[in-house]
């Protein structure tokens, strides 16, 4: 079983939709991260998120993005109002699971969103 | 935000060939490197963490010079499955910056 499960693998929108993303951990991790990677390009950092509210977030995460983990389970990057720039692979990760002082980041396999 | 360069390449070797890659970073303050690993359309995947006094695992090594803020990889006798992206990441804060990655082709 994977170490992050990520739903929808991929799912096709019109722009000006709103899309969420979800992301599943099997196990207790501290820092949640949202990457995402448009095709060809590098794997961009969006955000990460740790006890429960947003430790850093980068210059693409603008206040059309916003993430939340509601259920301490599920954790989910809503995009309110796409655009087709947003055609990309957006990867969940995970790291420093309890009792470990690593940074490493583990991924989810992604979930890839095309915007009509 | 800082930046992590790399050689995007590609690199062709032949099966058994010794390769290397660089990578160039430029937050000073940065703690933490890793070289990761992409397949084509798929996650990246840790492939090494890099410490301080350079560190091998199998056939890969890795080595940091903090002072040139100089990171690298070397691969020896290349399996066809090497064949991959290889991603230079560091810290920066909380988060981790990924450079555009280095793509490796091994050919029999």
């Known amino acids: 079983e994977p170490e992050v499960t990520q739903t929808p693998s991929h799912q096709v929108t019109q722009m000006g939709q709103e899309v969420i993303l979800r992301c599943v951990p099997i196990s207790n991790h501290l820092y949640f991260y949202w990457y995402r990677q448009i095709l060809g390009q590098k794997v961009e950092f969006l955000v990460s998120?740790?006890?429960?509210?947003?430790?850093?977030k980068s210059e693409i995460f603008d206040d059309q993005f916003s993430v939340e983990r509601p259920d301490g389970s599920n954790f989910t990057l809503k995009i309110r109002s796409t655009k087709l720039e947003d055609s990309a692979m957006y990867f969940c990760?995970?790291?420093?699971?309890?009792?470990?002082?690593?940074?490493?980041?583990?991924f989810g396999a992604g979930s890839r969103l095309t915007v009509l | 935000r800082k930046e992590v360069e790399q050689d995007p390449g590609p690199f062709n070797v032949p099966e058994g060939a010794t390769v290397a890659f660089n990578c160039t970073y430029s937050?000073?303050?940065?703690?933490?490197f890793f070289w990761y690993r992409q397949d084509c359309r798929k996650e990246p995947k840790l492939l090494m963490s890099?410490?301080?006094s350079g560190n091998e695992d199998g056939r890969f090594t890795a080595q940091l010079n903090r002072a040139s803020q100089y990171i690298s990889l070397l691969i020896r006798d290349s399996k066809l499955s090497d064949s991959a992206t290889y991603l230079c990441v560091v810290n920066e804060g909380t988060a981790l910056i990924f450079g555009k990655g280095t793509t490796l082709s091994v050919s029999s």
């Open positions: 890099v410490y301080s």
């Open positions: 998120f740790y006890n429960n509210e947003i430790s850093e």
């Open positions: 937050n000073s303050a940065s703690q933490s």
């Open positions: 990760a995970v790291t420093g699971q309890e009792n470990s002082g690593a940074n490493v980041l583990t």
